[in-house]
């Protein structure tokens, strides 16, 4: 019997193939080598294609191998290793979780920002409360390292590193450009669409009521390439590879 592949699995599978290639091109003063990798990421480009477009993108794939060849650096630089992003989870004396609903996209989430050169992970964590939301916040702990391709938060390669945040001051006053708006809101009164809560969900509340955790991370999946996603994701074994 036949069953269609998740979109997030051909990106995820298009993602890695892409990476190796261009890590790859950047290593390699082949000219046979070379051939063989631009080969491949025309391949990543077709799958990434059929997954965001349907088959009949595959036609325009070549434009993303040009992207991707744009981006190869020589030598170390040019390793392609996930981009790293700050996840802030600030919660209030009601028990109350705070949420952006972003302006590109109209979904629901916690604050994010990307790691900038310069700032610890804690330091990006609070600017990009106080810059998305007008509230000023407190890193208490790191409560989560999760992969945002199978979070489903991001279509590039990603780590978010999630804090829970205590919120210490501050008014609401959303960003004009990214957030169309920001709330408080409590577990029973969620917003929708609230991207990936089912994955998070529980972690980040058990931290507003005060419960201490080990940090959560995404569980292996075995084996790696085909794991099912619905064991890998189950909450009660994540903290431990498969047996």
């Known amino acids: 019997m036949s069953s269609s592949v998740p979109d997030k699995v051909l990106l995820r599978w298009s993602e890695s193939l892409a990476a190796i290639a261009r890590t790859g091109l950047g290593f390699t003063e082949s000219l046979y080598e070379r051939e063989r990798f631009e080969e491949v990421l025309r391949v990543a480009a077709d799958i990434r294609a059929a997954a965001e477009e349907g088959f009949e993108g595959v036609e325009d794939a070549e434009g993303l191998v040009e992207e991707w060849l744009g981006q190869v650096v020589e030598g ?22 705070l949420l952006i609903r972003r302006a590109d996209s109209g979904v629901w989430l916690y604050p994010t920002g990307w ?8 330091e990006v964590a609070a600017k990009e409360v106080l810059e998305e939301t007008g509230i000023e916040a407190e890193p208490v702990r790191l409560i989560g390292v999760l992969d ?22 501050g008014e609401l006053n ?7 708006d920001v709330g408080w809101f409590a577990p029973d009164n969620l ?26 991370y995404d569980r292996i999946r075995r084996p790696m ?11 009660e074994r994540r903290h431990a590879p498969e047996r």
Request: net charge negative.
């Open 148 to 169: 945002g391709l199978r979070l489903g938060i991001t279509r590039i390669p990603l780590y978010s590193l999630i804090f829970y945040c205590r919120a210490t001051g």
């Open 174 to 180: 959303p960003h004009p450009l990214e957030c169309s």
């Open 76 to 97: 170390i630089p040019g390793y392609v290793t996930p981009k790293v992003a700050i996840g802030a989870v600030v919660g209030n004396d009601r028990g109350e979780l």
């Open 225 to 235: 390439w085909r794991g099912t996603p619905e064991a890998s994701d189950d909450p």
């Open 191 to 216: 917003p929708d669409p609230l991207v990936g809560v089912e994955r998070w969900g529980e972690m980040v509340f058990a931290a507003i009521n005060g419960e201490v955790r080990e940090v959560q």
């Open 115 to 122: 790691c900038d050169v310069g700032y610890s992970a804690a």
